[in-house]
Structure formats: structure tokens, C-alpha cells
């Protein structure tokens, strides 16, 4: 059988490379002896998939050398991928990892601090115990030999043992084919006598047979007399000849007929009688099923009549003015529940109502100053179509509930951002109020209540004009 080498893997930083190189030139005996196949990332070839590659034979190699230095201790790609899976292959017993020590390094807390490490007593090949670098990959390319022989010694043990299980696995399924065929020479023993009890059975079944074969002809002549009577009733004189031919042709008694024609007929009539009576009584669950499914029509068509006169009725919404500002489009966006749009209307018809659709903001003033009908307008369409969730008059309830009011401090402030779900949970857990960007809002009826509308009050002063809001949740109109 043809010897295999063992497939060794550099696990290693590319800071290193000189090094590895080194090494790979001290193991060229091994290498030219056939004894190890020598593998690092560099032979991954122009269109090889890299971590493809790297996987495949870290996961096929029967050594793997972690050179180890402060620069592979610090590659996460060989800490997170390379000794982890070198560690797991190491402890399930599939490959033989061996730490090499290139440069001084503390590593002894490392997964594989606990392994036997190269040159001998862990000595780093960059040190000035070492007479030259040679004399230490010297003393590393022993080590690995050794753990080559090791292993070589290892596999020719296991094949031995795995030829000798072949071996007893050979004997055992002799033993098995002959077992099989001894039962199977019982087995035919046996059926030739079940054949044979067989055949004897089926002389007595024919006996017996022909001890039924009278009862058999009038079970027949039942049959087609049920038939007979099942097409019509009572029985025609033409077929009442062709059923007496037939009953001379079975051999049959005429007092055996008569008796089955007894049996037949007696239970007709009662048939009949629950036929009519199923008939009628299906009958009069259809009709009953027919005024039911009319009278649940008409109820649902009037159900229908005043679901529309009240969708109607709500339709007349108050989108009254004092600057003649057309509420409409924000009525229907609001309808719709398209709230992020509906919220940027929102500050649209405010800038209209203000007059600042130039600087696109608005300021303290012009919070202070805005028309009273055009705030109720807008705070009245929020509140009706959120089902009392949203609108300037649940943000002034909630404002009032954390003791909010004109000369509030911006403690205050912050407690009504949380309860309207304006900041960071996870900032205000460490003490600190951090705004969420507008993006970072929910824009559904499952938002904290109060937490609409907010984009009126976010262009210009949202990260520093709290007291724009301060202004707005403090006008007593609300």
C-alpha cells in the first residue's frame, strides 16, 4: 500500500512571512523524503476563493504549526478562525497542533498555552539563547520529525487495526452466510411441509365447498332477486320468468326462494316509508335555511346602508382657516395613515398659516403668535384619526402630567421626551438625553402616545430649541 504524506499547515501573521519561509526551508527534508506536504495561504492560486481554501486544508491537515508572535496574536483572522478550529481539531483528536514560538510573546494564557511548544523549552527562535537562527529551526524541524514519526507510527497502528477488523468483520459474515444458509435449508424443510398441510387443506376446502356451493347459489339469486326488486317494484312478468330460469339454473328449491323473497320484500315498504319522511324533513330545512340566508342579507344590507351613512357623516371634517389654508391634503393623509407624510404636511401648512415657508422653520414667535382656529384645525385632524393617539392636545396633556409649563427647566423637558418616545432608551439608562433622528421615529399607531406630530418642531431647533416646544405645549388654546 502506497504511503501517504502527512499534509502540514503554517498557520501564521504575513508580518512573519521571512520566518515561515526559513522554516519551510529546514522541513525541505521531509518534504523531498515524502513524509509531510507542506501548505500556508500563499499557494492559494489568482480566482481561488480565499477563505474556501484556507478552510478546506486547515480542516484536512493532519499538523498544524501556530507560529506564534505578537503579530499573530493580534490577527484576528488567525486567532477567531485558525486557532479556534486548530484547538477543536487538536481536542477531538483529528490533527496534531504544535505552537511555534517565533518571537518573545506572552501566550501562555492562549487555548493553546497548554500544548508542547517549538524550539524546546518554548525558547522564541528570535532570541539571544540561540547561537543562530539555524540552530533554533534546527531544533523546531526535530521536533516536527519527531511528531511526524509519531503520527506515521499512530496511522500505521490504526490501519493495522482497522485490517483487522476487516478481517473479523470477513469471519463474521462467513459465519453469518453459513448460519443463513443452514436456517435457509430448514426454512425450505419447513415450507415443503406447509405446502404439503396446504395442499391438504385445500382438498378439505373443496369438500367443503361443494357442501356450500347450494348455500353460495342462494345468496346469488338473493342478490339479483335485491337487484330485481331495487330496479322495480313490483317485479314485471318478464322478469319474474328470467329470475325463475335463473333459479333453475342454480339448482334452487322453491321454498328456499320463497323465503328470500320474503325477507327482501318486508323491509321495503318501511324503506320507503323513511325515504318520504327524510325528503319532507330535508325539505323544510331548505326552506328554513333559505329564510335564514335572506333574513341575514337584509341584515347585512342594512348594516351596510348605515356603516356608509356614517362614513359619511364622518367625512365632514372642520378644516377651518383663518389664513386660508386648504387642510385637505393633510385630512387625507391622515386618513390614509400615512403618518410620516402626514407629519411633513403638517409643518407645511404651518409655515403657510406663519408665513415662513422661506427660512422653512418655525421660531418661538411664530409659535407664540399662530392663529388659534388654523392650531385646533390641525391638533382636531390628528386626534381624530389616531383615535385620540396623536395631536398637539395629547402632547399638552402629557406636558402637563410631567409639571410642565412656560418657565419649565429642561429636566422637564427631558421627561416629556421620554414619555413621547423622542429619546434614546439606551442613552437615557446612563443618565444622558440623546434625541433620535426623525428617521429613527415611529411612524404607526403603535408609538408612544403624543409621539406625533414632531417634524413642526425638528427643522431648525431640534437637537437645541426645546423651548420652541415649551412655547407651543404652553398655549392655553390647546
Known sequence: MTEVSLK??????????????????????????????????RKILPGQERDHQINDNLNTADIILLLVSSNFLASDYCWDVEVKRAIERHNAGEACVIPVILRPVDWKGTPFAKLQALPKNAEPIVSRNWHTTDEAFMDVAKGIRAAVEKLKQEREERQQKLQRQREQEAERLRQQETARLQKQHEQEKVERLQREQEAERLRQQREAEQQEAYANNLRLYEQEFSKAVYLSNPISEYVRNGLKQFQQSLNLRDEDVRRVEKTILAPLEEVERIRKQQEAEKLQRGQEEAERIRKQQEAERLKRQQEE???????????????????????????????????????????????????????????????CTDLRTIDQLWAKYSNGRFGFSVQKR????????????????????????????????????ILKSYDDLTFNVKAPEGHLPARCGMEGVWQFGWRFWVSLLSRRDL
Open 309 to 371: 351613512a356614517e362614513r359619511r357623516l364622518q367625512e365632514t371634517d372642520d378644516l377651518s382657516s383663518d389664513k386660508g389654508v386648504d387642510y385637505r391634503r393633510l385630512r387625507d393623509l391622515l386618513k390614509a395613515g400615512d403618518w410620516k407624510k402626514a407629519d411633513r404636511e403638517t409643518l407645511q401648512v404651518m409655515l403657510k398659516v406663519a408665513g415662513r415657508e422661506k427660512e422653512g422653520w418655525l421660531d418661538i414667535d411664530s409659535i407664540t403668535k399662530f392663529p
Open 398 to 433: 402629557i406636558w402637563d402630567s410631567v409639571g410642565g409649563h412656560l418657565q419649565t427647566d429642561y429636566e422637564t423637558w427631558c421627561k416629556f421626551g421620554d414619555h413621547v418616545g423622542w429619546y434614546k432608551k439606551e442613552f437615557m439608562i446612563f443618565g444622558d438625553s
Open 8 to 41: 502540514l499547515f503554517f498557520s501564521y501573521s504575513h508580518k512573519d512571512e521571512s520566518l515561515r519561509d526559513e522554516l519551510a526551508d529546514h522541513l525541505a527534508t521531509l518534504k523531498r523524503e515524502g513524509v509531510i506536504s507542506r501548505w500556508h495561504d
